[in-house]
């Protein structure tokens, strides 16, 4: 078998619906400052550096990826669940570690996934695979201004927005962290930020969209 560049971490090949999608926010999944002050420092140092390059690149909170749990009820499709371990980082923390020159001194040497990435960033991403009513799959290139992968051919999306429901700070939703309400709220966002996405990327109208999943 070939080596890959990446790692299938989950696979739901038929989606899941909302209600089958959950979260945990909590600090616990915050990225760990790297004990190596002066590779912790080329954080700031790689940032300025990008910024200098590209006005246009500016910080912003998004949610990190500190794993997930998975369970399966009754052995059918619908009776899988998968509940998203998140915690809070930045995109500035996110060009200074997986983007930095030197992000393998970031890892953590281990056979654990989650302990190996725990000085890295590791912002939650999203993207849409988006088939129109003709059957047909839409793709989109990327600006060549902006901060990873220019003019590169890729499917509709981005992030998940802490900000859009109220989780910008562990601190300001003190009383809802890791609250079975916050927890909904932050798991609908998956849902809602994607659509956003499509919406704003593709140009269509949100009626138009139907049956989406995780």
């Known amino acids: 078998m070939e080596n890959t560049n990446y790692k299938l971490v989950l696979s739901c090949p038929s989606g899941l619906s909302p209600s089958q999608v959950s979260v945990v926010f909590d600090p616990s999944y915050d990225r760990i400052a790297h004990p190596d002050i002066e590779l912790e420092n080329s954080i700031s140092e790689i940032w300025d550096q990008r910024v200098q390059k590209n006005a246009s690149l500016f910080n912003g909170k998004k949610f990190r990826y500190g794993g997930y749990t998975l369970c399966n009820r ?17 995109y500035r923390s996110f060009v200074g570690t997986n983007l930095n020159p030197l ?7 281990s056979e654990d996934d989650l302990m190996q990435c725990q000085h890295t960033s590791s912002p939650l ?33 981005g ?21 079975e ?9 998956m849902f809602d930020s994607i659509i956003r996405e499509v919406v704003e990327e593709i140009g269509v109208p949100v009626t138009s969209l139907v049956s989406y999943t995780f």
Not at 130 to 153: A, C, M, W
């Open 125 to 157: 991403g999203n993207g849409a695979i988006l088939e129109t009513s003709d059957k047909k799959i839409v793709l989109l290139q990327r600006s060549y201004n902006v901060g990873e992968f220019p003019g590169h051919v890729v499917f509709p999306g």
């Open 74 to 90: 009754g052995g059918s499709q619908q009776d899988f669940h998968v509940c998203l371990h998140l915690g809070l980082t930045d």
């Open 181 to 189: 309400h916050n927890n909904t709220k932050v798991s609908q966002e």
């Open 103 to 109: 992000w393998e001194k970031f890892l953590v040497p």
């Open 159 to 179: 992030h998940p927005e802490p900000e859009e429901v109220g989780a910008a700070s562990h601190q300001m939703g003190e009383r809802l962290t890791n609250s």
